[in-house]
DNA sequence: AGCTTGTGTGTGCGCACGCACCTATGGTAG
DNA sequence: CTACCATAGGTGCGTGCGCACACACAAGCT
């Protein structure tokens, strides 16, 4: 096998691996929390970012998720009471999403599920090794992608 | 670093790559050949199959996509003069999916540009060895979640 | 001040996608 | 042959998603 035939068959051994994994995952956070996973990420950047806020643009950039998603999730959250947004003083254009104490506590009993969810499905088919050569090879990428 | 912390930043980053490197792959397929990143995988999987011939049902299961999308997709197709429905006379239930000579035209004109997109934003990113690793970690986790 | 350009958000709209359901046919038991 | 369940495939419909646009404000320049 040659070094293209290779990349190419990596690259498409990952397009199976997360059509298969993400909506097994989906289901089963939402399942055991209620929670969308999509509301579980936004929820976990809020809660792992300074004062637990976040301006728009800046979660969508975390997120993997586009912006137009994440406003519309955040309504969500703010309807459902996890999240509030919340004016910038300095700069009135900006609104920052800001995880609320309710948020926080959903937040915290989703992510065991999650957690173990990864662990069952992913991390534990794979030796340490294994798991850090692909977190390596896809910070490469990222890394590469964004220069 | 645990194990654990390992596994899901492993998780975490390949779910980066993956929504990072999707629409610029669509994107550049689209562009060059007309052909959407669905068509594509669609004549792919046609293309490598005995006959250049697929029930729908075995193409989805090969496809990254449902059953019912691929079943849309077909249409499509066969609108479009890519791939022709033929009966099967052994079961008249089902229904192949088979490329037809322009399809095959188009697919192998669209195949470089696709190689040559996974090669610029992700092989290349990698030495041989990290692309075999991923690849072999994928599957790994592939063969756990079919048993 | 006025004008221009750039940045931060929200929203109308259309497409992609899959679930639930339906029909048609095949296979099997009695 | 009839009854029954399993399998192949198509379709109505609701949801997720992002592009293109609109709007508000910021920042800099003359």
Redesign the interface.
């Known amino acids: 096998m040659t ?2 035939q ?6 498409e ?10 909506p097994i995952l989906d289901r089963e956070v939402q399942r055991a929390t209620g929670l969308p996973l999509a509301w579980y990420d936004v929820l976990l950047e809020l809660n792992s970012a300074p004062n637990r806020r976040l301006r728009m643009t800046d979660l969508a950039d975390r997120v ?1 998720l586009s912006r137009t998603r994440v406003s519309r999730i955040v309504d969500e959250l703010v309807s459902h009471g996890l999240v509030a947004r919340d004016d910038n003083p300095a700069d009135r254009r900006s609104a920052y999403a800001v995880l609320t104490a309710e948020g926080r506590r959903r937040f915290r009993a989703a992510a065991p599920v999650y ?1 173990a969810g ?2 069952r ?6 030796t ?1 090794v ?16 964004r220069g």
Chains 1, 2 share one sequence.
């Open positions: 070094a293209d290779t990349g190419v068959a990596a690259w051994s990952l397009l199976r691996v997360h059509a298969a994994l993400v993997v957690l990864i662990a499905h992913f991390s534990d088919q794979l340490q294994e798991a850090n050569a692909v977190r390596s090879a896809m910070r490469k990428v990222l890394r590469a992608q």
